[in-house]
């Protein structure tokens, strides 16, 4: 008999509730009678609250009440369809935040952020969220995960060794690569200096995935204390935005000159302005803009924070649909290298997860993994909204604290 499932459902602005839910089926249509036997059953062991859901339950997307939330997903293989091959029952995994078909143009090319043909909207899903093909969310005790050879990872450790680290390879499924892919394609390297835009736990992600490549100096720009101290305890340079609204002077004093060589956007479009004035308002192009300020000539840009093209709460009517005012002048002048979009978790879960399972990184330890119940989860995200230096990880089973 199935266990029963229970999972994190939006009901409006504001509030989120945790409710029983149907246990998952290897169905994608029941109408029509379109079956997932190429998909498999996850018992979650972790699944997170992310800065992404939170712009939903503020309200600041279209996202239908009724919706179950999540899209980072760590569990254990219980049920297969027909079609799987290599994927085997109790294999623990990390699920990409990206649903992937593997067999399109985009997916063959590696862009498994964009898939052709699991969202009839447009390019690209995910689980558990607005316009994203309208897959049922993983922050939940039970979960449904497609074409589940092309896009589960499995952990190729014994258990012991996977639950003892479960809180470090929950961050596989979203905020590691997506921090990662944000300073990669930002260009940083060997000897590199670096600005991230925000201390939220992708930003956190993104300065430790910047060390890892060997930036020689990260610096990390928020407006919340409690946040810039935990980007100071592995190494990371501070600026408070919230008392200076001149970033380049800042950065000067700790380099001695006001120019970064590589920047990353991981604020997105609830960006406010600078300063003890401006930091009162919302001003969504802020980030954008100082970044190519502060980027030298010929530098790269890195925007894994989020920008959506309907946002019901924008302070005005171009806002509203995401069309902001950009310099992108002075980006062109520059000769700036701009990378935008979901990142393609594919392109390095696997490699990030072997520095996780050698200990190479602590990113539980860096974002500050803070493990709660399941049923705690409105209080998770109540916190997250005020500001807290915490990555919620949710703990459906009670595993993640016993196994750590």
């Not at 609830?270 to 100082?290: I, K």
Request: hydrophobic share 40%; aromatic share 6%.
């Amino acid at each position: 008999m199935a266990d029963t499932n229970r999972g994190v459902v939006y009901q409006g602005p504001g509030t989120v509730t945790v409710e029983d839910l149907d246990y998952p089926k290897l169905v994608l249509d029941e109408q029509n009678g379109r079956t997932l036997q190429h998909g498999a059953i996850l018992k979650v062991l972790a699944t997170n609250i992310c800065g992404s859901d939170q712009h939903m339950v503020r309200g600041r997307t279209t996202a239908p009440a009724g919706l179950t939330l999540g899209h980072e997903i760590t569990g254990e293989v219980v049920e297969l369809g027909r079609d799987v091959e290599f994927i085997k029952q109790g294999d623990i995994v990390s699920v990409p935040f990206n649903i992937a078909c593997g067999r399109c143009r985009n997916c063959k090319e590696g862009h498994t952020g964009v898939c052709d043909n699991v969202n009839p909207a447009r390019a690209g899903a995910a689980y558990g969220y607005v316009d994203m093909g309208g897959w049922h969310g993983g922050q939940a005790r039970y979960v449904v995960v497609p074409y589940a050879d092309f896009n589960l990872l499995k952990v190729p450790a014994d258990r012991d060794t996977v639950m003892a680290k479960l809180p470090d390879l929950a961050m596989l499924s979203d905020i590691f690569p997506t921090g990662y892919h944000g300073a990669y394609t930002a260009g940083v390297t060997t000897g590199s200096t670096v600005y991230v835009a925000g201390a939220g736990p992708v930003g956190l992600a993104c300065a430790t995935s910047c060390l890892l490549l060997g930036a020689a100096v990260v610096i990390v720009g928020d407006m919340v204390e409690e946040r810039l101290a935990q980007a100071r305890s592995f190494g990371c340079e501070t600026i408070d935005l919230s008392a200076h609204d001149n970033v380049g002077e800042q950065v000067e004093q700790i380099l001695g000159t006001s120019e970064v060589d590589a920047a990353v956007d991981c604020v997105g479009f609830e960006a406010r302005g600078h300063g003890p004035e401006g930091s009162a308002g919302e001003q969504p192009a802020t980030v954008l803009n100082s970044l190519m300020e502060i980027t030298r000539a010929a530098g790269g840009i890195g925007i894994p924070g989020l920008y959506v093209t309907g946002d019901p709460g924008g302070v005005d009517e171009n806002a509203k649909v995401g069309q902001l005012g950009i310099r992108i002048g002075l980006g062109w002048a520059k000769s700036h290298v701009f990378t935008t979009g979901q990142c393609p978790v594919m392109r390095y879960n696997r490699r990030l997860m072997m520095s996780i399972l050698h200990d190479r990184v602590q990113i539980a330890r860096n974002v500050n993994a803070t493990v709660i119940p399941l049923d705690q989860a409105p209080e998770g995200y109540q916190q997250f909204d005020q500001g807290a230096a915490r990555k919620y990880v949710l703990d459906p089973h009670g595993l993640v604290g016993a196994g750590a």
